[in-house]
């Protein structure tokens, strides 16, 4: 079965950037929000969404079967794609 993952990143970091590249080159399809580039309720709904996986609102926060990794790191995302 595929894994379920979503992406939330900002448009302008260099680290989601990376992130969502090493998806592509896993072959992992994903669906990836762009926060800063959400207005109003939309922004405030999703930001409250990312509080939930990180209190801290960092960038990229990136879920795998409902496991939240913060930050880039090659090792955790396969780990987590393994499951």
Known sequence: MAPIVKVYALSTCIHCKKAKEYLDLCGVKYDCVHVDQLT????????????????????????????????????????????
């Open 40 to 83: 109003g309720e939309e922004r405030k709904m999703t930001v409250e969404e990312v509080k939930k996986f990180n209190p801290s609102v960092s960038f990229p926060t990136i879920i795998i079967n409902g496991e939240a990794l913060i930050g880039f790191n090659q090792e955790k995302i396969d780990e987590a794609l393994k499951k």
